[in-house]
C-alpha cells in the first residue's frame, strides 16, 4: 500500500470509522488519521465516525469532534475502516458499503485478509496506529497527531510491556515524545486513572473471581443484576481481564459479562501459551494471540465449560513441546 495521502488521492469527501466499543488503540488510530487528513487536505471533508468514547478520554483534544450517530445518507469518495473488519464498525457500515473506495488497515490477526478495496494488514504490529503511523509523511506530523498516534501504541502494548512490543515500535514511540507533548500525563489520564465505581467493580470482580485447570486459568463472571446493582455499564469493566491476567501462575484470564438472557461478552487474555484469538475465532469472534474477545450464548458456566476446551487443549499441547 501506497503512503495515505496517495491513496485517498484527490478526494472531497472522506469517513474514517473504528470498531464498536473502541478502545485506546481504536481511538489513537482513528483520531490521529483524522487530524493528519485534516491538515493535509484542507479542501477536503473529513469526518470520523465512532461509538462514544470512555469517560477516561473525555479530555483529550478535539475528541468532541467524533460523530457518534450515522444517520445521515452519505456517499463518501474514500472510507477508511481502522483496528477492524467491516462486520465490527456498527452503523457506519452503510458507509463502507456505498463508499467509492475503501480502505482497511488493521492488525488484528482475525482480519488477515482485510476488508477493503485496499489493505493494509499486519497482524505482527503492536498496534492499528503503528500501522497509520508508518502510512504517514513524517514532516507532515504535528503535536496533536503524535499524541494520538502514542495513546494508542501505548494503550495496545501496555506501556511497552507486551510481547507484541518490537524494537521498531520503540523507534516510533521515541519519535513521538520528541514533538513534546506530556505523555506520562496523557496515559495517566486515558489508561491508569480509575473512577471509584470502576474501583468498586474491580475489586468485585478479583473478589468472586476463581481459578481452574490447576491454577492456570482464572475467571471472574459479572451479571446483569450485579451490573444493575452498580448501574454500571460496559465502559466501566475495561481493564477487569488485564489485572486477572497479571495473577501469578494464570496462563489465560476469562471475563465475561453478561448483555441478554443467556448471552455473554467473553474477553480473553494470556500471557505464553494460548492463543486467544484462535479460541475467541472459533466462537465467531477475534482479536490478537493475546487480545481476543467474542460474544457466547448459554448460562455463564455454558461458555466457561466451552473456553475452557480450547484453552486446557493448548495448554496440553505446549506441555508436549
Given at each position: 500500500?501506497?503512503?495515505?495521502?496517495?491513496?485517498?488521492?484527490?478526494?472531497?469527501?472522506i469517513?474514517?470509522?473504528?470498531?464498536?466499543?473502541?478502545?485506546g488503540?481504536c481511538i489513537?488510530?482513528?483520531?490521529?488519521?483524522?487530524l493528519?487528513?485534516l491538515?493535509?487536505?484542507?479542501?477536503a471533508?473529513?469526518?470520523?465516525?465512532?461509538?462514544?468514547?470512555?469517560?477516561?478520554f473525555?479530555?483529550?483534544p478535539?475528541?468532541?469532534e467524533?460523530?457518534t450517530?450515522c444517520?445521515?445518507d452519505?456517499?463518501?469518495d474514500?472510507?477508511?475502516?481502522v483496528?477492524?473488519?467491516?462486520d465490527?464498525?456498527?452503523g457506519?457500515?452503510?458507509?463502507?458499503?456505498?463508499?467509492?473506495?475503501?480502505?482497511?488497515?488493521?492488525?488484528?490477526i482475525?482480519?488477515?485478509?482485510?476488508?477493503g478495496?485496499?489493505?493494509?494488514?499486519n497482524p505482527?504490529?503492536?498496534?492499528?496506529?503503528e500501522?497509520?503511523?508508518?502510512?504517514?509523511?513524517?514532516d507532515?506530523i504535528?503535536v496533536?497527531?503524535?499524541?494520538?498516534?502514542?495513546?494508542g501504541?501505548?494503550?495496545d502494548?501496555?506501556v511497552?510491556s507486551?510481547?507484541?512490543?518490537?524494537?521498531?515500535?520503540?523507534?516510533?514511540?521515541a519519535?513521538?515524545?520528541?514533538?513534546?507533548?506530556?505523555?506520562s500525563?496523557?496515559?495517566?489520564e486515558?489508561?491508569?486513572?480509575?473512577?471509584y465505581l470502576q474501583?468498586q467493580?474491580?475489586?468485585r470482580?478479583?473478589?468472586e473471581?476463581?481459578?481452574?485447570?490447576?491454577?492456570?486459568?482464572?475467571v471472574s463472571i459479572?451479571?446483569?443484576?450485579t451490573?444493575?446493582?452498580?448501574?454500571a455499564?460496559?465502559k466501566d469493566?475495561?481493564?477487569?481481564v488485564?489485572q486477572l491476567?497479571?495473577?501469578?501462575?494464570?496462563?489465560?484470564?476469562?471475563?465475561?459479562?453478561?448483555t441478554?438472557?443467556?448471552?455473554?461478552k467473553a474477553?480473553?487474555?494470556?500471557?505464553?501459551?494460548?492463543?486467544?484469538?484462535?479460541?475467541?475465532?472459533?466462537?465467531?469472534?477475534?482479536?490478537?494471540?493475546r487480545?481476543?474477545?467474542?460474544?457466547m450464548r448459554?448460562?455463564?458456566?455454558d461458555?466457561?465449560?466451552?473456553?475452557?476446551?480450547?484453552?486446557?487443549?493448548?495448554?496440553?499441547e505446549?506441555?508436549k513441546?
Open positions: 500500500m501506497n503512503k495515505i495521502l496517495e491513496e485517498v488521492g484527490p478526494s472531497d469527501t469517513a474514517i470509522t473504528g470498531h464498536e466499543r473502541p478502545d488503540d489513537g488510530a482513528c483520531m490521529g488519521l483524522y493528519y487528513l491538515k493535509a487536505l484542507p479542501d471533508s473529513v469526518d470520523l465516525y465512532l461509538e462514544k468514547p470512555a469517560p477516561a473525555a479530555n483529550v478535539r475528541i468532541d467524533i460523530k450517530a444517520d445521515a452519505l456517499c463518501y474514500v472510507c477508511i475502516v483496528d477492524s473488519a467491516a465490527r464498525i456498527g457506519a457500515r452503510k458507509y463502507f458499503d456505498t463508499a467509492k473506495k475503501t480502505i482497511n488497515i488493521d492488525h488484528h482475525s482480519n488477515a485478509s482485510g476488508c478495496k485496499i489493505n493494509y494488514i505482527k504490529a503492536s498496534s492499528a496506529s500501522l497509520v503511523y508508518e502510512l504517514m509523511d513524517e507532515r504535528d496533536q497527531t503524535a499524541r494520538m498516534i502514542y495513546m501504541i501505548a494503550h502494548t501496555g511497552f507486551y510481547s507484541n512490543t518490537t524494537p521498531h515500535t520503540m523507534e516510533i514511540a519519535k513521538l515524545i520528541s514533538y513534546g507533548f506530556d505523555f500525563g496523557l496515559l495517566n486515558t489508561l491508569y486513572e480509575k473512577t474501583t467493580i474491580l475489586g470482580a478479583l473478589l473471581s476463581f481459578r481452574f485447570l490447576d491454577g492456570k486459568c482464572i459479572m451479571d446483569q443484576k451490573m444493575n446493582f452498580y448501574q455499564g460496559p469493566l475495561e481493564g477487569i488485564s491476567r497479571t495473577i501469578k501462575g494464570v496462563e489465560c484470564a476469562i471475563f465475561l459479562y453478561q441478554g438472557q443467556q448471552e455473554y474477553s480473553l487474555r494470556s500471557n505464553k501459551k494460548v492463543d486467544v484469538a484462535a479460541v475467541a475465532s472459533y466462537f465467531g469472534g477475534g482479536g490478537h494471540v487480545a481476543a474477545g467474542c460474544t448459554g448460562t455463564c458456566y461458555c466457561i465449560n466451552n473456553l475452557a476446551l480450547h484453552i486446557e487443549k493448548q495448554l496440553k505446549t506441555e513441546q
